[in-house]
């Protein structure tokens, strides 16, 4: 099992930055995919990005790609979402969980959810 904490979030304006961080323990933290999803308030999960263990291949929703970027660390044990150009839309709560099987866009086959963290666009 692999505990999850993510963090990083906050309040930005429209146009600015966040990094977002998610720090893993645990063996297989570093040897699977690592994937983003974000829950905005009355809507479903969504994904967001991924990143397989070897940093290798990245995968990103449509609604983000050039505006984000995934890496991970595995000496650290942590993945990292740059995001810039924020937009309101962007709103949501945050959260990384742990790849176990099927698609790595879908959230079905993801496991080990951390908490999330707040991510607010506005002005």
């Known amino acids: 099992q692999v505990t999850l904490v993510e963090s990083g979030g906050g309040l930005v304006q429209p146009g600015g930055s966040l990094r977002l961080a998610c720090a893993g323990s645990g063996r297989t933290f570093s040897t699977n995919i690592i994937g983003w999803f974000r829950q905005a308030p009355g809507k479903e999960r969504e994904f967001v990005a991924a990143?397989?263990?070897?940093?290798?291949?990245?995968y990103y929703a449509d609604s983000v790609k050039g505006r984000f970027t995934i890496s991970r660390d595995n000496a650290r044990n942590v993945v990292l979402l740059q995001m810039n150009s924020l937009k309101p839309e962007d709103t949501a709560t945050y959260s990384c969980a742990v790849h176990l099987a099927g698609a790595a866009r879908l959230q079905e086959g993801y496991g080990d959810w951390g908490r999330g963290t707040q991510v607010t666009v506005s002005q």
């Open positions: 990143i397989s263990w070897t940093g290798d291949s990245t």
